[in-house]
């Protein structure tokens, strides 16, 4: 599925459901931040090292992957009511992203990558 | 573009900066936190018709684009760096929740909404 | 309570536990992110009446206040860890906020205020 | 100060510039949430090691300090404008923590504490 094939899938789950409205951008973004508040929950306490183990592991991928999913559904149809384009932002941002912090200007200390 | 074309343009963005190291899913996470701040902070003060008169004004509309697009590079990169489908992974969770929430048992009122 | 005898109540509460070995500022910040997203949970659907209303019942009430007294303790603990005073830092910043936003000049309108 | 202290003054700096209409609930929890993605940007490249070395130098300590004290700022609004008393809601809360996580079944490894 592309981006707007999802958009379709999630605008038809909450037509279904006469869900459309509650889904302002405000309670949307408010749900966004719920469900990343969950993502956080299961990497809370974790180091790296652990995190790589709970992926590689049945039940803690699937954990991770249904939260992911979650902040990835909240911030699709975010961008659906509001009329934004995903792919175009984003690739409007990382264009402007690339002149605000040169390759060569930037390139691999953490101190760098810091300051910029 | 497509979520895969996304991702290749933002690994290629972090790798021509030697930025991949920072990378780490909770780096990212808190970046993404980071940046739904951001979200957050154009949103705050605003009513709901407050919020669709700044989507209709050119610099309000940009502004929550660059926004949305920061959030989006940061879940995308989340996503690749974790291994995770985005589209399989909403695919599966919309799924979930067509069966957890029964369009004719929720359907409409926000106190029902509320409690499932 | 004052603050430092919650923080105190918080600290014994960890130490017996064995839990100071997780309670690195990052870790807490992920864990106040998760409990701002419970918080959210709470909200995210309601009108302001609504959220109103919910204050006036006694489930609504305590639920809201268990989610804000979450978000209480991890700001306390993390402020601790970092040798941060709670007092000190806020006079510090609403000085610094009263200087920044001269009541004269911004009293009053939305625009202003989101101006500012 | 104390809590109260804190909050009247905070909630004198929003009378005195009339400010107090933008407080609802909903708005407060949107600008905590980007109170705290703000505080996530200081911390979210950093090694807990480079943590430690920017409280220990005064322009690091100085910018975390500046979020820490306006995560507190809405916090404490939050809380006033819904009247819950942060003490209170703390004391019970802990007192609900201990009961759920008795020390000696949950003492000392991460994944015990990861666990419950």
């Known amino acids: 599925m592309d981006i707007s094939q999802m958009q379709e899938r999630i605008a038809r789950f909450a037509d279904e459901r006469d869900w459309d409205q509650f889904h302002t ?21 974790k180091t790296d090292e652990q995190v790589r183990e709970a992926l590689q592991e049945s039940a803690g991928r699937q954990a991770i992957e249904e939260e992911v999913a979650d902040v990835a559904i909240y ?23 690339e002149n605000k912090y040169p390759a060569d200007r930037v390139r691999g200390s953490a101190k760098k990558y810091d300051e910029y």
Chains 1, 2, 3, 4 share one sequence.
Not at 77 to 90: E, F, G, K, S
């Open 75 to 97: 911030l699709l149809r975010l961008a659906q009511v509001m009329d934004i384009d995903i792919p175009t932002a984003v690739e409007t941002k990382t264009a402007l992203n």
């Open 25 to 45: 951008p405000r309670n949307l973004l408010l749900a966004l931040m719920g469900e990343l508040g969950e993502l956080a929950e299961l990497l809370q306490w």
